[in-house]
Protein backbone atom coordinates (compact mmCIF):
# COMPACT_ATOMS: atom_id res chain seq x y z
CA UNK A 1 0.00 0.00 0.00
CA UNK A 2 1.17 3.32 -1.16
CA UNK A 3 1.76 6.57 0.92
CA UNK A 4 -1.69 9.13 0.86
CA UNK A 5 -2.77 12.81 2.03
CA UNK A 6 -5.69 13.24 3.44
CA UNK A 7 -7.29 16.45 4.82
CA UNK A 8 -9.62 16.01 7.43
CA UNK A 9 -12.47 17.39 9.27
CA UNK A 10 -13.11 17.81 12.79
CA UNK A 11 -15.84 19.40 14.76
CA UNK A 12 -15.42 19.98 18.68
CA UNK A 13 -18.95 18.60 21.13
CA UNK A 14 -19.04 17.93 24.79
CA UNK A 15 -18.13 14.32 24.37
CA UNK A 16 -14.57 15.42 22.15
CA UNK A 17 -13.57 15.96 18.84
CA UNK A 18 -15.85 14.20 15.62
CA UNK A 19 -14.44 13.54 12.29
CA UNK A 20 -16.86 14.57 10.24
CA UNK A 21 -15.40 14.09 6.92
CA UNK A 22 -12.27 13.91 4.55
CA UNK A 23 -10.87 14.71 1.22
CA UNK A 24 -8.74 12.44 -0.91
CA UNK A 25 -5.81 14.88 -1.35
CA UNK A 26 -3.78 11.64 -3.99
CA UNK A 27 -0.53 10.77 -3.13
CA UNK A 28 1.28 13.54 -3.78
CA UNK A 29 2.90 15.15 -0.94
CA UNK A 30 3.94 18.13 -1.96
CA UNK A 31 0.73 19.10 -3.76
CA UNK A 32 -0.83 18.37 -0.65
CA UNK A 33 1.13 20.11 1.35
CA UNK A 34 0.83 23.15 -1.21
CA UNK A 35 -3.14 23.19 -1.08
CA UNK A 36 -2.87 23.24 2.87
CA UNK A 37 -0.36 25.90 3.05
CA UNK A 38 -3.28 27.98 1.25
CA UNK A 39 -6.14 27.37 3.95
CA UNK A 40 -7.20 30.14 6.48
CA UNK A 41 -7.45 29.30 9.96
CA UNK A 42 -4.76 29.69 12.66
CA UNK A 43 -2.05 27.12 11.98
CA UNK A 44 -0.14 25.15 15.19
CA UNK A 45 -3.34 26.85 17.41
CA UNK A 46 -3.70 25.45 21.10
CA UNK A 47 -6.85 27.55 21.38
CA UNK A 48 -9.88 25.85 22.14
CA UNK A 49 -12.19 25.75 18.42
CA UNK A 50 -15.05 24.48 16.90
CA UNK A 51 -13.20 23.57 13.60
CA UNK A 52 -10.51 21.60 13.10
CA UNK A 53 -8.49 20.67 9.76
CA UNK A 54 -5.72 18.26 9.34
CA UNK A 55 -3.61 17.39 6.78
CA UNK A 56 -2.43 13.65 7.07
CA UNK A 57 -0.14 11.20 6.06
CA UNK A 58 -1.82 8.22 5.67
CA UNK A 59 1.05 4.79 5.35
CA UNK A 60 0.40 1.41 6.06
CA UNK A 61 -0.85 0.82 9.75
CA UNK A 62 0.15 4.10 10.53
CA UNK A 63 -1.72 7.99 10.13
CA UNK A 64 0.66 10.99 10.77
CA UNK A 65 -1.10 14.36 11.19
CA UNK A 66 1.64 16.86 9.34
CA UNK A 67 0.25 19.71 10.49
CA UNK A 68 -3.24 21.22 11.46
CA UNK A 69 -5.33 24.24 12.07
CA UNK A 70 -8.54 25.76 13.95
CA UNK A 71 -11.06 27.84 11.61
CA UNK A 72 -14.05 30.05 11.91
CA UNK A 73 -17.12 28.49 9.65
CA UNK A 74 -16.55 31.43 7.41
CA UNK A 75 -13.24 30.38 6.73
CA UNK A 76 -13.83 26.73 6.54
CA UNK A 77 -16.58 27.44 3.89
CA UNK A 78 -13.50 29.03 1.80
CA UNK A 79 -11.62 26.05 3.00
CA UNK A 80 -13.56 23.85 1.74
CA UNK A 81 -13.62 25.59 -2.43
CA UNK A 82 -9.81 25.55 -2.04
CA UNK A 83 -9.74 22.14 -1.19
CA UNK A 84 -12.43 20.96 -3.68
CA UNK A 85 -10.78 23.26 -6.58
CA UNK A 86 -7.13 22.04 -6.20
CA UNK A 87 -8.57 18.54 -6.03
CA UNK A 88 -10.64 19.17 -9.10
CA UNK A 89 -7.48 20.40 -10.68
CA UNK A 90 -5.04 17.82 -9.80
CA UNK A 91 -7.24 14.65 -10.43
CA UNK A 92 -8.43 16.25 -13.66
CA UNK A 93 -4.90 16.30 -14.85
CA UNK A 94 -3.50 12.85 -13.37
CA UNK A 95 -2.43 10.01 -15.78
Sequence with gaps: METTYLITIHMKRPQGMLELGQFYMGKDKAQALETFERLSGEHQSEKPGVLKIDL????PGVDLVLDHLR???????E??????VDAFKYFSLEG
Excluded: A, D, G, H
Design 56 to 59: VEKQ
Design 79 to 84: NCRIIT
Design 71 to 77: CTLEQFT
